[in-house]
Structure formats: C-alpha cells, structure tokens
C-alpha cells in the first residue's frame, strides 16, 4: 500500500488527483470546525454526553453535529435522497429505465437526487435545530430558535446548514470526480478518522485499562475479519465459444475459446448498507423531534415514545438494526447486479457458464448463487451493526461502561467503514497505476 502511495506521487496526473481529494478533506475539516451563531457550547457538550442518537447523527456528519457547525449535518441528507431514488427505481419505470442508459441516466438520477437533498436538508435543518434549542437539562443549546421569537434567526440558520449539506455534497462530487476513491464516503471516513484518538481517550477515562484491551482486541478481530470479507469471492468459471473471423486477404481467424471466471463478491454492498439502516433509523427520531416539545399533550407523548423507540438505549434498536443491514445488504446487492446485466452481456460475448444453458437459466443460476453467498455477507454486516451490544452482553460491562458503549458503538460502524473506504480506495488507485504503466509499455 505504502509503495503504491509513493508510486502514485510520482506521476503528475496521479498526484493531482491525491493532492485535490487531500485539499478538499482539510477543507471539510476545518469548516466542520466553524459553529452556527449562537451556539452554547458547554450544552452541546452536555447533551452528546448522554445521547447515543446525536452520536449516530454525528458519524453520518463525518464529525461536525458535535460542534454544530455550518456542516453539522454532513452529508446524512444526500444519503437520505439516495435511498429514497433507490428505492423508487423498482416501482417507477422511468427511473428504472434511466438506470439503464449508462452514464447519461446515472447523471440524471444525480440529478434527481441533488434535487431531493435540497427540501431534505432543510427538514432535517428545523428538526436537529429544535431538539437542540429546546432542552439539554433545562440549558438551550441555541439561544435564538422559533420561527415566533426569532424567525429570521432561525431562517438563518435553516439555510446555513442546508446550505453546508449542498457545500458536503459538492465537495464529495469534486473528490468522486477529479481525485481519489468516492467522494461521500471519503467525507465520512474523514470524520471518523479524525474523532478516533478522542474515542480511545474517552474509552481509557471511563473504562479503564480493561476496556480499553477490550475494545484494542475487538477492533483487531474486527479488522481481520472486515478485510477477510471485504475480499472474499465466488469465482463462477466462464467459457467463450471459438469463433471464426474473417480479415483481410480473405483469410479466417479463429478467435475466442479461451476460459475465465466471473468473481461474485461475498460483500457486493461494501459498507452502504451499513449506512443506509443507521439513517432508516435516524429517520423516525428526526421526524419525533419535530413534536417532542409540543404543548399538545398526546402529540408529547407520542413524540417521546418514538424517539426513544429507536434510540440505542433500548433493547428492541439493536435486534431492528441487524434484521435492516441484513435486509438492505440484499436490496443493495440486488440492484447493483441487476445495473451490471451480467447474463445478458455474458451471452452478447458468447460466453456461457459450463453446464448452465445462456439466457435465463444462466441468471437463475448466478441469483441463486450470488442469494447464497450474499447471506454470508449480510449476516457479517449485521453482526458489525450491533458488535457494540455483543461486547456490552458478552462482558458485562456495568452502568459506568454505558457511556463508552456509545464510543464502542462509532468505532464498530466506523471501522468498517473506514476499512471499506481504504481498500475501495486503494483498489482505484492500483488500477490507475496499472493502467499508466500498460500505457508506458505500449509506448516503448
């Protein structure tokens, strides 16, 4: 890995493409440092001490929702709108056939989603606003929040964090477009990497040296088992008919009959699943903390019921997060085969699999496989998901411990994608020096 890197600086488009996918993360980190006016800092510190959602929140904000930044909300509500696209593609037609018009449709649906982020961010601007300005222990942790007392304060602020979102979301675009390696997900990696020295320090200072061998010992197993995964596949062999090829001269060349194989990862998903479960549940919390403070009383106590329904305090969260992972990794894996359209190309080719007849057989055959080795993959995941759980159960940890299951919690879910991220993003970057050195062969 580290000789790729110095390899990769050594060519100028190469370096390029690190030096802008590098610049841009400083840059998302240092605005994730800029708070929204009027923010009581020493509140906010109080009530993510004792909210394990707000930490979910701020893993999807790559870091910044702790200090309430203008990115406070990262790019969570680009994530929402893409699953929201993903899930419409099998019931609307027409998006469905934008799928699969190669590069012109995926920028439409781009589009759509860039679209869609936009009345999501500032859904989600009022909903995060309100809970925080309203109650940490009796102290608001925004001053000036209400569109009654202060509407133009709080029209402030609602456009500033849309308007950081869109600014996430561009930047992550730039990475996917000019540097190294997907953008959104470098954005959160970012985040995640820079809370992680903070995360051992509190694990030390509440848990002690126990806990801290046990989470070291956790995350070693962890990433072993992550890139054990990551890298697993099912190699389906293919064989291609000879063909007979007409040239110049009027001479015949046969061509073809040569033998390969098709991998079917065991994780096609990568971490997206990952993501996409945490921000179903984050959903109906967002949407409770609208009318949590509202004077009806049944709408209160409704409000509080949900939000506290899918908070990772209770039980009944961690079995509904595997059960989503595990779900959402076959929904995944199933949408991006289907967007390959492996059997058809495969018979186009005139390839065909030893055994399996071309055509439909041909896909039942590889869905059938692929369902099998899938299971492993989203029984991986889901365990991933709720490993902080485990490890609360297996241990024991007491009530002085709960605290530092939240940092436990960050670290599960983050490694996995921070693993993800750098084998994605090496697995690019080995590519491009591949295909530069193909290129200096060709022309010596």
Avoid: C
């Amino acid at each position: 890995m580290i000789d790729a890197v110095r390899n990769a600086f050594r060519l100028p488009d190469l370096r390029r493409k690190l030096l802008i996918t590098l610049g841009i993360l400083v840059i998302y980190r240092l605005t994730s440092h800029i708070p929204v006016p009027g923010v009581d800092r020493a509140a906010l510190s109080n009530i993510f001490s004792s909210n394990q959602l707000l930490g979910l929140l701020n893993l999807l904000s790559g870091g910044s929702l702790q200090y309430f930044s203008v990115m406070a909300m990262g790019v969570y509500p680009y994530i929402t709108a893409s699953i929201i696209i993903q899930l419409l593609m099998p019931i609307v037609p027409q998006l469905e056939a934008l799928g699969k018009e190669g590069e012109a449709g995926r920028n439409k649906l781009n589009q759509y989603t860039n679209i869609l982020t936009i009345p999501l961010a500032a859904l989600q601007a009022f909903g995060q606003s309100s809970l925080l300005a309203n109650a940490s222990g009796g102290t608001k942790v925004l001053k000036e929040f209400g569109f009654v007392q202060y509407p133009l304060a709080t029209v402030a602020i609602i456009l500033t964090l849309t308007a950081g979102t869109m600014l996430a979301m561009w930047m992550g675009q730039i990475i996917t477009q000019e540097g190294i390696g997907n953008g959104v997900s470098i954005i959160i990696f970012g985040g995640i990497i820079a809370s992680m020295p903070q995360n051992v320090i509190n694990t030390y200072v509440q848990g002690g040296v126990l806990q801290l061998l046990i989470f070291a010992i956790v995350t070693v197993l962890t990433v072993a088992i992550i890139v054990l995964v990551q890298e697993g596949q099912r190699r389906i062999p293919v064989q291609y008919g000879k063909r007979v090829r007409a040239m110049r001269g009027n001479r015949l060349m046969v061509v073809g009959g040569q033998s390969t194989h098709v991998p079917l990862r065991v994780n096609s998903a990568g971490m997206i699943p990952l993501i996409f479960a945490s921000s179903m549940l984050i959903f109906p919390s967002t949407i409770a903390s609208y009318f949590i403070y509202s004077t009806v009383s049944w709408v209160n106590g409704v409000a509080n019921f949900v939000y506290r329904l899918f908070s990772p305090q209770y039980t009944l969260y961690w079995p509904l997060y595997f059960l989503l992972v595990v779900a959402f990794t076959y929904f995944y894996t199933d949408v991006v085969f289907r967007q390959q359209n492996l059997p058809e190309t495969l018979q186009k080719q005139g390839g065909f699999i030893p055994g399996i007849r071309p055509g439909q057989n041909t896909e039942r055959y590889l869905n059938k496989v692929l369902s099998r080795i899938t299971l492993v993959g989203a029984l991986f995941l889901g365990f991933v998901a709720i490993l902080p759980w485990l490890v609360h159960l297996g241990f024991g940890l007491g009530a002085a411990s709960r605290a530092a299951s939240s940092t436990l919690l960050i670290s599960s879910t983050g490694l996995l994608i921070v693993v993800g991220v750098v084998l994605d993003t090496m697995k690019q970057l080995e590519a491009q020096l591949l295909m530069r050195h193909y290129e200096g062969f060709i022309r010596r």
